[in-house]
């Protein structure tokens, strides 16, 4: 537990420093406005896209396993193109339709997977994996279909908000985002144990007494409306919950209890790093920050693929 709270610690204390790099003179308005709550607002989605990766790698034991590749990010990204192409504006209880129907689009892919696993008399992990693909193969196919037929200016607002982004001015962000996170991740910290036990196989989890069947559900919900409450209102950051799972795995090893709260603050930090190098890289221009994950996450993956041993 020694190196978890290292990276607790220093994961911490890169986030703070964080809202003082930047090329903007940092006055208390751009302080308290702009620059913390991107912080926050990067250190909640990381940290929330690396837990979702992290559970549904031990989940499926597949260390590609992704919320991109299940079709949650495509099922949100889908819901955030629809409106955008309607034009929608309004607002339920201070939360921007797009975030709405963001977080609606992820709820429809969960339905959906599980429509198409449970079709089958037995419900297999294999089956949810294999569901998953379907569907955001699925979802990405309508999002490219809606953003043909629209105009150039919707086209262009669809194409920058797939790209991902921290961007924002006060903290209603953050505030939309904490509950999300939080409560998805004491989900999973809660369910560590069975993580464990899922990670070795489905019989040897019920043998030692784990309701496979409800973990899973309870699990897979709550990774979901973790990168649905994410994406929602950052659009889809890609890679994060692939890689930062897999630095964790090499630094503390594969027992769960020990690798949830190094993954919550290891991905938190990371994604909070690749912000700070999107908004410095081109100084004063910005990158979109899923372009500066995309353009780490394409090598980590290679990598993955061709290391010896398994993650």
């Known amino acids: 537990m020694k190196k978890v709270v290292v990276i607790a610690l220093l994961s911490v204390a890169g986030v703070a420093a964080a809202p003082f790099f930047g090329v903007v003179s940092l006055s208390t308005t751009v302080f308290w406005e702009l620059r913390l709550p991107r ?96 569907a955001s193969f699925f979802f990405s196919s309508l999002i490219l279909f809606v953003t043909y037929v629209s105009d150039f200016g919707g086209s262009f607002r669809i194409l920058r908000w797939l790209m991902g982004g921290l961007e924002t001015v006060g903290g209603g962000a953050v505030l939309n985002v904490f509950p999300f996170v939080i409560s998805g991740s004491a989900a999973v910290f809660c369910f560590a144990r069975e993580l464990n036990l899922l990670t070795l ?57 020990a690798l949830a709260p190094a993954t919550f603050f290891f991905g938190g930090f990371f994604l909070v790093a690749c912000d700070g190098i999107a908004r410095l890289l081109i100084a004063p221009a910005e990158i979109p920050v899923g372009i500066i994950t995309a353009l780490l996450g394409g090598p980590f993956f290679v990598w993955l693929l061709v290391r010896r041993s398994p993650a």
């Open 39 to 134: 912080v926050a607002l990067g250190f909640l989605a990381g940290s929330g896209l690396a837990m979702a990766g992290m559970t549904f790698q031990a989940m499926f034991r597949n260390p590609l396993a992704t919320p991109f590749t299940l079709g949650v990010s495509s099922g949100a990204a889908f819901g955030a193109t629809v409106a955008i192409r309607m034009g929608w504006t309004f607002s339920i209880l201070g939360i921007p339709c797009l975030s709405l129907a963001g977080l609606g689009g992820a709820l429809v892919s969960l339905l959906l997977v599980y429509a198409i696993a449970t079709m089958r008399r037995t419900s297999t992990t294999a089956v949810l994996l294999l569901a998953g693909a379907a």
């Open 201 to 257: 196989g489905e019989d040897l989890a019920a043998s030692r007494g784990v309701d496979v069947g409800r973990a899973r559900a309870v699990l897979f919900g709550a990774a979901t409306l973790m990168v649905g409450g994410i994406v929602a209102f950052c659009g889809p950051i890609g890679f994060v919950g692939m890689m930062a799972p897999h630095i964790c795995r090499l630094l503390v090893g594969s027992e769960h209890r």
